[in-house]
């Protein structure tokens, strides 16, 4: 009896994990079928009001390229200072603490914020709105990870490195930073993955053009907000090519991340 | 150089506290109008933009009505003739309450009613049903990927399952608008966008998410608890009962209530297929809506009062998803 209801057991935990990825795989069926049907050069080639993506896809890019660009010094000196200046305090734990939770927050209310300090303020949409955006989500992951990989190197190099007379800021920069810089790096791409595909904070913060352009100042085309409005237009024509900047995005998305899994895996080896 | 850089990583390290901190002031302030106007009434007031309307006449008429204890203790009254409008003609309707709104207290006093009610408890049920539907399977892949599956299966599905939970949520929302939501309609009837439809989307959604940080918290229990329970004649079964979980517990729990607090602000996935409409689902197979998807859809035809009545919404999303992520950290995943 023990052993048959064991048996029951496991078939049960197994057709769960079934059901799980029939799902998942489903969605990336539909994925990929709907979205091959639609790629062609005039996708890549054509911006958005003639019937491509290019300038969305530039765009979407562009703006989460900034955004990392700006947030990988604030992330990484933020983590350093957890790290390596807060010997551990109650406020250095607080700050981690609080670090995590603004991971997590909502992004639609981080759009909400930017929207009431610059949208609001400014009058119009801007692509500078967007990137601070993706930035506010962006920077607490780095901060994670920075501050866990530098939690991975041996004390024994910060105190060799100290016994030679090196300053704080050498053994941190030269020493501590380089053991760890592959895996902050992963953590950069991983961010980068993660904030290319927000949604909910662009929509009403960089909005969305349909017109070529590179001018952060102003409304900025934007890859995944035009899915959202493609999606739901009555054109067939319109939503299959919402379905190809889907299955672009998503292939975008896993391929930065299979990257950074690459490099982390190559650097335990 | 020292001292520069020293000073730069504490004030890029506050400057995340900073953030933290502007963003629920900021929201606070910009709520700060619709915060007077309704007060606490806003949570448990199911109308919204439900316009209120006293034509000067009849003011006295119904001066009674005042007295007995409605809301609001200015000179307005309810008027029966309330309508509830429908979600086709929302926006039209939204930017003629917006010019009302405006031109108040001129000719004709009108008060326009919003209150979160519907909102919230869109949200709250679908992220209930989305957790109803997602524990069970992600446990279930999660013991798989650990317990069950042979070595050479295990990694290559826990990787997918990982690759997966990265996946933008809009492509989760499309997929169910266009395919999910007519399956679900096809066997449970009722609409293609629906409530139910929502929070299985939203379920979906986070068992990667779920499944990955479950399979980590039982990946961190001793070889050893498991093997001495084997030896005593356990079964699979026993030792994932009484020796896995009690051990994982926390980090399950965990990984749990950050898949709702995951589940609770997620917008896009919601968006298409919640439906959108200001009313509460009388049956699970109903269009509702949801705070976040009302923010991402009313946003840029709101001013005045009918924005800052959003930002109140994003307030109470903000602090929903706070004290949620704040109970996980706190309680269960406690860093060492």
Known sequence: ????????????????????????????????????????????????????????????????????????????????????????????????????????????????????????????????????????????????????????????LREAGMAIGASKYHVTMNIVVRYAKAGILTGILL??????????????????????????????????????????????????????????????????????????????? | MESIFKKLAQFSASLVFFILAATAIVLYLSAKPAIEEFGVHFLFESRWGVEEKVEPSAIEQSKQELVTGSIDDEDFITDDEDFVMDDEDFVMDD??????????????????????LVPIVGTIFSTLIAMLFSIPIAMGIAVFLSEIAPGSLAKPVGVAIELLASIPSIIYGMWGLFYFGPFIASIFGGNTVSLLVAGLVLGIMVIPFMAALSRDAISTVPDLLKESAYAMGATKLEVIKDVVFPYAKSGIIGSIILSFGRALGETMAVAFVIGGVYQFAGKVTDPTNSIPVVLANSFAESSGLSLSVLFYLALILFAMSFIVIAVAKFYFLRRK
């Open chain 2, 95 to 116: 930017e003629d309450f917006v010019t009302d709104d405006d031109t108040e207290g001129n000719s004709n006093k009108s008060k326009v009613i919003y209150g979160a």
């Open chain 1, 191 to 269: 961010a980068f993955a993660r904030v290319v595909g927000e949604t909910a904070p662009l929509i009403y913060t960089s909005g969305s053009s349909q017109f070529w352009s590179t001018d952060l100042t102003g409304t900025f085309p934007s890859l995944t907000v035009s899915i959202y409005n493609l999606a739901t237009m009555p054109d067939d024509k319109m939503v299959q090519l919402g379905w190809t900047g889907a299955f672009l995005l998503t292939s975008m998305v896993l391929f930065i991340n299979l990257i950074g899994r690459y490099a982390s895996n190559k650097k335990r080896r």
């Open chain 1, 1 to 156: 009896m023990r052993l048959f209801i064991n048996k029951l057991f496991l078939v049960f935990s197994t057709i769960t994990a079934l059901i799980g990825l029939f799902f998942l795989a489903w969605i990336l069926y539909t994925l990929c079928s709907k979205g091959i049907a639609g790629i062609s050069v005039d996708v890549f080639t054509k911006d958005l009001i003639d019937g491509g993506l290019r300038n969305v896809i530039v765009g979407q890019l562009m703006m989460s390229g900034v955004a990392t660009v700006i947030g990988i010094p604030v992330g990484i000196l933020a983590g350093i200072y957890l790290q390596e200046y807060g010997q551990n305090s109650k406020t250095t734990e607080f700050m981690r603490d609080l670090s995590d939770v603004m991971m997590s927050a909502p992004s639609i209310v981080v759009g909400t914020f930017v929207y009431a300090i610059v949208v609001v303020p400014t009058g119009h949409t801007s692509g500078w709105a967007g990137v601070l955006a993706l930035f506010i989500l962006m920077v607490p992951i780095i901060v994670r990870t920075t501050d866990d990989m530098l939690n991975l190197v041996p004390v024994e």
